[in-house]
């Protein structure tokens, strides 16, 4: 589990600073501390945000893995573990899921029940490489609750929660229990918790930086030659 030096205040207010900015503005912040290659930290296309108009989701993962999709009798699942380690875990939680099962297109990890649950018990997102259903009952029953997915399927099939708190792999993201992860509609991305405190005030300079070179661009009189070297940079 990733170590956590944060208490509960300053974790919330941590999270709520990173909320104001989207995925791709963070991801580049991240890049100029030079901890981590650049080719890893974020998921692929396949784990897409479902309410963009939720703006941007900040938490810390909550790992799991499950299959839906073998058929035959119900199986044991470890549902009780996830919710217990929901319950304990730092805040805002994001239950994190990996599927293992055999048919990922038909898989299925979570839908109105399971997320009004989730969201009683301080998480404030589920990300998955599985589909999920109820789309349009969550925000009725669990309002504001984020989702990341493959898709969307109508059944919950014969579902089972197989390991709890692992390391998963979503989307080729690695996320360990206790990361800390940011998600928009630019897709999910995981926060080094080594720089997470110094992000905010770097993605703001970033933010300045990327405005100064879009003002030159669009200034008729600025020469291009000036403008190709800045932008190269």
Do not use: W
């Not at 692929?44 to 309410?51: G, H, I």
């Amino acid at each position: 589990m990733t170590a956590n030096p944060l208490d509960q205040a300053s974790a919330r207010e941590l999270c709520d600073a990173l909320r104001e900015f989207d995925a791709a503005t963070l991801s580049n912040a991240i890049e100029s501390f030079d901890v981590r290659d650049r080719t890893i930290g974020f998921a692929s296309k396949e784990v897409a945000c479902c309410y963009p108009e939720l703006g941007s989701m900040v938490g810390f993962a909550v790992t799991c893995t499950v299959d839906t999709t073998t058929p035959g009798p119900r199986r044991p699942t470890r549902l009780s573990d996830l919710i217990a380690l929901v319950e304990a875990a730092p805040k805002p939680a994001i239950v994190v899921c990996q599927y293992v099962g055999k048919d990922p297109s038909r898989g299925c990890f979570a839908g109105d029940m399971v997320v009004t649950l989730l969201q009683r018990l301080g998480a404030v997102g589920i990300v998955t490489d599985a589909p999920n259903r109820d789309v349009q009952m969550i925000q009725q029953r669990a309002p504001g609750f984020h989702l990341f997915g493959s898709g969307k399927v109508a059944s919950h099939g014969n579902g089972a929660i197989e390991g709890v708190n692992l390391t998963v792999d979503i989307g080729g993201l690695v996320v360990r229990p206790g990361d800390l992860l940011h998600g928009d509609v630019n897709g999910l991305i995981s926060i080094p918790l080594e720089i997470a405190a110094e992000l905010p005030g770097r993605a703001r300079q970033v933010l300045a930086e990327e405005q100064q070179l879009v003002d030159l661009m669009r200034d008729p009189a600025a020469d291009i030659a000036l403008i190709k070297a800045r932008f190269l940079h």
